[in-house]
């Protein structure tokens, strides 16, 4: 032991380095407590002693790195008495021992230490460790190599807490990666088998019906096992597993031939050389099972401590991986279906008509869309509320559904649309009609919500691939088209695709688009037709009307371009001109020194039933300096009977303001005697069509009496429009009408005819 140590990189710090020094030191001391020669054999058991207490390996090898000295944990570890003498290709391996060797040889060579190496070997008992070793080069007073001293520590405990660490940061990031669950499972149980000695491990997952097993994964378990157990309903004594999901708690059976829980099981069990099965509840963050991380092992008997502490972590990654899991199928259902419904949604469609336009390629056939629409479902949504709306479209949905072929698919594209994909070929002689003739039978069957009983009809428009289009979103386009041609001709019908269809929707979008242009470059104008005092003969007030002076088609009249305004929507900016214009108008001519007269407007449906109208009423008239009592807003019967409570409460709020309300058109429309008492208004107009055969139809004549007689029976002032003769006058003074307007008296004028109309009637 007089050999030197040779230069270390670091002596402080590296714990091989400072057991040689403070051998050296006890060396030293050694030799002092021993001077004499004949104490060297003393000094020589008393270090040989001292380095067997050393726990770590201890030893020194010679140049053909035999050992020389080792201490006795290496020699117990190598299962020997002694290893003086013998070199490690009689200790391990031939590739472990050939490692060693050229690292020793390596050593000897430059003279430099190699530090904190780390191996793995197999000790005697056959026990896999990891070692963590440092050799050095040890010198002769003339400073050559005569041989190496090494030590090594077992760093097994830490190098599998490592691999523990590290097994669990990679499951973690398989689990943030998205990967399959089955892959995330197997790698645990897979780690979980790599630190428990003797055990294969398996995952079962619960059913979404919470009530029978789903295997997970099993890398290491007979797979014949795994296809039996699946599927089993768990219950108070189904195996471990079985139990474990039942009870919602761990079920160790140490013994699986004894065990009565494993009564109706443990042939299948013993079947597999198993006879002791752990089981463990994984459980959501809110604490709900969603299946069993599972231990099977050969012997009997419990698990130990460590292994329980193992398997806690382990339920909680597959736990975190299941919920991951479910959380992105539940965002995956979402992304793809309808939350009301429950049928795919619009992105599905797009993928289930590409792969059936595939198809339909493959086979040189066709594929069919159809674009359905409810009937009047505005209408049970207003009138029954939502909750009845949401309802009828479950119902009706589920109808579809029930309708259609496997091979078929139908989506909600939102609202009351729905979209049904025909894939599958036509039987012969079947036409696609013939197919949606059951989903509309089936659409139009009474519907019952909240105990009261209605039925809807709907409308279909079907596009054809290839004729129709050649993607998704012509052939939608197209369906849709069909839809609302079906719609216009009546509803309850089925429409299929022409190309003068497209060309007539052309036609409108540009007549949609010249609408707009007008509105932008004020093509509008109003004419104003004068009303009469029946009694008094004056013109108490008139009716706006407006016209259209179109670049080309010189002037249009509004019953060509109201209805398209009504569809599009642009009523509303085209109303609200024609009310501020017509406000403007009236204050302009009071201005001008004229005894006032009231204006009167027409209002259609769309525009009444814009939730601001009110306050845009009132706008038109703060804007005009017009007094409310000046302005009057004519509706039509079929406007109100849209939704009679909705405008019954305008209409409240609206003589809140304190403007005039008329029923215009009447008798062409439904209104109930009951009804017509609720509505806060205060003429009738007798329409045109009960005028114009008068007095000669007795019919007309009748109608004509009756709404005079009902409208004053009600306190209201009833006025005839289109009063062309004399005759027509005559007959209505002596009904009792109380006001005309018609031809008779003037045609619609523009304001500045009508100004000097009213200046001669006044002067
Ligand atoms: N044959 C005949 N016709 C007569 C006679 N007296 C008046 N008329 C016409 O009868 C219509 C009366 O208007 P309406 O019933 O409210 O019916 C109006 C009204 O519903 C709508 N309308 C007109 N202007 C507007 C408006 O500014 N806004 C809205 N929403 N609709 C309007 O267009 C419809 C048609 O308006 P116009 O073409 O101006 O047609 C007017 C008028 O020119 C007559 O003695 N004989």
């Known amino acids: 032991m007089s050999t030197q140590l040779s230069h270390l990189g670091n002596d402080e710090a590296d714990a091989t380095a400072r057991l040689m020094s403070a051998s050296e030191r006890l060396m030293a001391e050694a030799a002092r407590l021993f001077p004499l020669a004949a104490a060297q054999s003393e000094r020589t058991i008393w270090l040989e002693a001292m380095i067997d207490e050393v726990p770590d390996y201890l030893y020194f090898k010679d140049l053909s790195c035999r050992f020389v000295v080792a201490n006795r944990a290496i020699t117990a570890d190598n299962g020997r008495e002694s290893l003086v003498g013998l070199s490690d290709f009689e200790l391990h391996p ?183 099965c752990w089981s463990w509840p994984i459980r959501s963050y809110q604490g709900r099972v969603l299946g069993t991380f599972a231990l099977y092992s050969r012997e009997t008997g419990e698990p130990s401590a460590e292994c329980t502490k193992l398997v806690g972590m382990a339920t909680h990654i597959a736990g975190i991986a299941i919920e991951r899991k479910e959380a992105e199928d539940s965002i995956q259902y979402m992304a793809h279906h309808d939350t009301l419904t429950g049928l795919p949604n619009r992105s599905m469609l797009d993928e289930r008509v590409a792969s059936a336009i595939e198809a339909a390629d493959d086979r040189g056939g066709s594929m069919t869309l159809a674009f359905i629409d409810l009937d009047n479902f505005k209408l049970v949504n207003d009138s029954l509320g939502h909750h009845a709306g949401d309802e009828l479209l479950k119902i009706v949905a589920a109808r579809m559904q029930g309708c259609i072929r496997a091979s078929d698919s139908i989506v909600r594209l939102g609202g009351d649309e729905f979209v ?119 013109i108490f007030a008139v009716e ?100 009679v409570q909705q405008a019954v409460e305008t209409m409240h709020r609206l003589e809140q303001l304190g403007v005039h309300l008329a029923i215009d058109d009447f008798g062409t429309g439904y209104s109930s005697l009951s009804s017509l008492k609720r509505f806060p208004v205060g003429r009738l107009k007798i329409d045109r069509s009960f005028v114009q055969d008068l007095p000669g139809d007795s019919d007309d004549a009748a109608i004509a009496t009756a709404v005079i007689s009902l409208g004053h029976l009600l306190q209201l002032r009833v006025i005839a429009e289109g009063v062309e003769t004399r005759e027509q006058l005559d007959f209505l003074r002596e009904a009792g009408c109380d006001e005309i307007q018609g031809y008779h008296i003037s045609r619609p004028i523009d304001a500045m005819a009508l100004q000097a109309l009213l200046c001669l009637s006044e002067c």
Not at 100 to 119: A, K, S, V
Request: proline share 4%.
């Open 420 to 538: 049904i994909l025909i894939s599958g070929a036509m039987r012969r002689g079947e036409a696609v009609e013939d197919r949606l003739r059951s989903v509309r039978e089936a659409v139009a069957e009474p519907v019952e919500i909240d105990g009261r009983s209605f039925q809807v009809t709907c409308s279909m428009g079907v596009a054809v691939y290839p004729e129709h289009g050649r993607n998704v979103s012509e052939l939608l386009a197209r369906a849709d088209m069909a839809m609302y041609r079906a719609k216009e001709i009546g509803r309850d019908a089925v429409q299929v695709f022409t190309f003068e269809l497209a060309d007539r929707a052309h036609e409108k979008l540009e007549r949609q688009e010249e609408l707009r242009r007008a509105l932008a470059q004020t093509e509008f104008f109003l004419q104003y037709q004068p009303q009469m005092d029946l009694v008094t003969g004056r």
């Open 94 to 276: 031939e590739a472990t021992a050939r490692h060693f060797f050229n690292t020793e040889q390596e050593i000897i060579r430059t003279g430099r230490p190699m530090l904190d190496m780390e191996d793995q070997i197999r000790d005697a008992a056959g026990n896999l460790k990891w070692m963590l070793s440092s050799k050095l080069p040890v010198r002769n007073g003339n400073g050559e190599v005569i041989g190496i001293v090494g030590t090594a520590r077992d760093i097994t405990e830490r190098k599998l807490a490592e691999s523990l660490h590290r097994g669990q940061a990679d499951l973690l990031k398989m689990i943030a990666l998205g990967e399959p669950l089955t892959d995330v499972f197997s790698a645990l149980i897979l780690l979980i088998e790599a630190h428990v000695p003797d055990v294969t491990g398996s995952i079962l997952r619960l059913s979404p019906d919470g009530r029978h097993i789903v295997n997970g994964a099993a890398p290491n378990l007979d797979a014949g096992y795994c296809r039996l157990i699946e599927g089993l309903e768990i219950g108070p004594t189904v195996g471990s597993c079985g139990t474990a999901m039942w009870r919602g708690e761990p079920v160790i059976v140490a013994d699986i031939e004894t065990d009565p829980l494993w009564a109706d099981f443990r042939h299948l069990a013993l079947g597999i050389a198993s006879r002791a």
């Open 544 to 643: 706006a009307l407006i016209r259209w002076r179109h670049p080309e088609r010189g002037i249009v009249s509004p019953g060509e371009f109201i209805p398209l305004a009504e569809e599009t929507g642009l009523i509303g900016p085209i109303g609200d001109w024609t009310l501020r214009t017509a406000c403007r108008q009236n204050k302009a001519w009071q201005l001008s020194g004229l005894p006032p007269i009231v204006v009167s407007v027409n209002v259609s449906a769309r525009q009444f039933q814009e939730r601001d109208w009110v306050e845009r009423v009132a706008a038109a008239l703060e804007e005009s300096g017009l007094e409310a009592r000046y302005l009057e807003l004519e509706l039509t019967e079929s406007l109100i009977m849209e939704d």
